[in-house]
DNA sequence: AAGTGGTCTAGACCACTAG
DNA sequence: TAGTGGTCTAGACCACTTC
């Protein structure tokens, strides 16, 4: 008998996948939902929330409801950190971004005690201190992605590394002269929603995931050197990894 | 003035975050949230929706909503190296988790013609064939994991992989034996809200993304003999991938 | 039978956007 | 200023779970 929210929904999202509504193209509003299927306005407005907790769209308040747009970055996890791109004061990021440039912005340095998630995958002593890299990546004046990198502070305290400016290579390539050049990598990742803080610091549209990755970074004796958690917007982001068996 | 939804979702995420309130609790429902903040049913259901799709808490008709629990799977791309030098378990989210096992069901296998998007990692003629293995992972009788291989029809089509039972050592192991031993994987992944059908397919209660994840399987000319496409409940996995610089 | 979430109607007020 | 989404109140009926 009554029009679900649900079927409204579905019909809308079948446009989308078929691609007869383009990405960008505005949707139907709450007033012509309702005229068209004859339901209240809650009910519009709960199918189009229901797209856009499904990813298919996105609102704009005073504006409309519009088909998403996915047009993400490739992450090439192996390309990033071949030992090649290091030493020739080649950033990392920026290789794999394709045409469009990405940016660090909001970047904090500081020190403090290693929290413990953090001390664990570090191999650290309870309350060991560690220096913290807090960054923020940004394209086109969108966020897209948080990273957060720790390193124990009795070994790098001294080096351009608790400094903004890392200097030619970057972090790597100066922890390659404090003799504990990484070799080996570790990315364990998840998806999940974000928190609201979250969402707000990456400007995420309801029904966006996030990308939660930790890496952490080791020499040839097997000792951690640094963990980077990174937050990723998932509806920015496709990542490849390449495995040789 | 009012208080809202937000402020009432913010006050139980920070009983969860602080695990003041543990995984598997219950959660106090509509009627008792009206009660504490004198809003309507609608708004204190919001609250607990957002919780929901925040991934924080799940919803039981006619029980309740509870604390979600997050005991993830534990899926290493790079079985095959050598586990030595990576440092043993070191792990953020769950080491616990070895071995629940894991069964196959839904298995079916066809033949059909290639999706464009499959042809295209396979590098395949417009509307050549593939044999394809559409299947289901449940770990303790709950779905985790819908996995669909492709390969090319004219290869395997004589082959154990166009049965069900593909044998002892399975797809690989057939592979080596036709001469077209995998030995080199690309696994291209992005996470983002499941589709209605699919969020019934796995089981997922709202507030869960899934991860998609492209495998190509390639020999050691760089040919490519399958494509596996993953589709994970967010929910119930970890990845992990190890990368030599 | 009582309690819980699921969904809907009907109507209200607000804030933001666009022309 | 008109249209849009954002959020709320108030009340209704249903299906499911638990005891």
């Known amino acids: 008998m009554a029009v679900t929210a649900r079927e409204i929904a579905d ?5 989308i996948r078929s691609g007869e509504r383009k990405p960008g193209a505005r949707l139907p509003g709450e007033p012509a939902l309702v005229r068209k299927h004859g339901v209240a306005k809650a009910t519009a ?4 929330t229901l797209l856009v907790t ?3 769209a996105v609102q704009h308040k005073g504006s409309g409801t519009y088909v998403r747009d996915f047009q ?4 090439v996890a192996n390309q990033r950190l071949s030992q090649e791109r290091w ?9 794999d971004v394709g045409q469009r440039p990405m940016s660090v912005t909001d970047l904090r340095v500081y020190e403090a ?3 413990d998630d953090v001390a664990l995958l570090l191999d650290l002593e309870e309350g060991e201190r560690v220096v913290i890299r807090d960054r923020l990546f940004t394209v086109e004046s969108e966020p897209v992605q948080a990273a957060i990198s720790y390193l124990p502070a009795d070994l790098v305290r001294e080096s351009a590394i608790a400094q903004e400016d890392t200097g030619p ?11 504990v050049k990484p070799v080996r990598f570790v990315e364990e990742l998840r998806a999940r929603m974000p928190s609201h803080e979250e969402s707000g610091r990456l400007h995420l549209t309801a029904g966006t995931p ?3 990755i930790y890496r952490t970074a080791l020499t040839e004796e097997g000792t951690p050197v640094e963990v980077n958690r990174m937050l990723l917007d998932a509806g920015a982001y496709v990542m490849e990894y390449r495995i040789s068996g």
């Open 87 to 95: 030493g020739e004061g080649r950033s990392i990021w920026g290789a």
């Open 210 to 212: 996030v990308v939660e």
């Open 45 to 48: 407005q709960r199918a189009l």
């Open 169 to 179: 290579g970057g972090t790597y390539a100066r922890l390659a002269e404090l003799g």
């Open 113 to 115: 005690q290693a929290p």
């Open 11 to 15: 019909e809308l999202a079948e446009g």
């Open 72 to 75: 993400p970055i490739r992450r």
């Open 54 to 56: 499904e990813g298919l």
